[in-house]
């Protein structure tokens, strides 16, 4: 994996992949930026949330479970003193007739293996994550 970065003007850069996948980080208005894109530890939360939902779905195939529909919706909190996010709660709704006990083993797996959740776990971050099942 690699990144690059390229300011572009003010608090605005554009980061890249290195597989010409790009995004517009930003800081808001009321930090003198533009918003014209995410902050880098919005993005930070939100590669999380991602990460959540699709090793879930990739764990869910792997056990042969079927499952309609996932979402989740994370909230990370980071006070105004604190330089980084300090705790993390997500629901993870996931739409199936599964029997919840194997909806559950599926997110047990998924956090212990989700590449984002064990940055977030190897950097002492408590992480409260709900499993709400829709029928």
Do not use: F
């Amino acid at each position: 994996m690699k990144s690059t970065t390229k300011w572009v003007k003010n608090y605005q850069s554009v980061v890249d992949n290195g597989r010409s996948h790009g995004i517009v980080i930003d800081l808001p208005e009321g930090k003198d930026g533009d918003d014209m894109g995410p902050t880098a530890l919005e993005l930070a939360v939100m590669g999380l949330s991602g990460c959540i939902g699709t090793i879930y779905s990739l764990i869910a195939k792997k056990m042969r479970l079927s499952i309609d529909s996932i979402e989740v919706e994370l909230e990370a909190e980071k006070g105004p003193d604190d330089p980084t996010v300090t705790k993390v709660s997500a629901d993870v709704k996931v739409k199936s007739s599964e029997k919840k006990a194997k909806l559950e083993k599926c997110l047990e797996t998924t956090m212990n293996t989700c590449p984002v959740g064990v940055l977030y776990q190897n950097a002492g971050i408590p992480m409260d994550i709900n499993l709400h099942v829709v029928e």
